[in-house]
C-alpha cells in the first residue's frame, strides 16, 4: 500500500523540535525515576540539542542549526556538514531542515 506522505515521515515518528534541527532520530525517552526509597516517579529524558554554527563548505557560509551531540560526532566523523548531508538517505536525516539544507546543497 503506498502512501501520500514522504518515505522519510513513515520512518519514524518523531518530535516536533526535531523536525527543526539535525536531531539524526533521537526522541524524547519517557521511564520512572527509581530512587532509594522505590517510590517510582515519572520523567522523560530529552535529547542533548546544541546551537552550533556549522560551515557549508558547498554554500561557503556558517549555517546556524540545533544539533545533538551524537550527530555533531557523526558529521566530525564523515568529515563536515555537507558530506554528512549528502551521504545521508533522506530517510535517515528525519528532519525538515535537513531535506531544505541538503536541497540547497544540491541545488548549487
Request: proline share 3%; charged share 30%; glycine share 6%.
Amino acid at each position: 500500500m503506498l502512501s501520500a506522505q514522504p518515505a522519510y515521515t513513515l520512518a519514524r515518528a518523531t518530535f516536533k523540535r526535531a523536525q527543526r534541527g539535525l536531531f539524526g532520530g533521537k526522541h524524547i525517552q519517557f521511564g520512572n525515576n527509581n530512587p532509594f526509597s522505590k517510590k517510582k516517579t515519572r520523567r522523560n529524558w530529552l535529547p542533548n540539542v546544541q546551537n552550533k554554527n556549522l560551515f557549508s563548505e558547498t554554500l561557503n557560509k556558517f549555517i546556524e542549526v540545533k544539533v545533538t551531540t551524537s550527530v555533531l560526532r557523526t558529521i566530525d566523523k564523515k568529515g563536515g556538514l555537507d558530506k554528512y548531508l549528502l551521504e545521508t538517505t533522506d530517510k535517515n536525516l528525519y528532519s525538515e531542515k535537513a531535506l531544505e539544507l541538503k536541497s540547497k546543497l544540491l541545488n548549487r
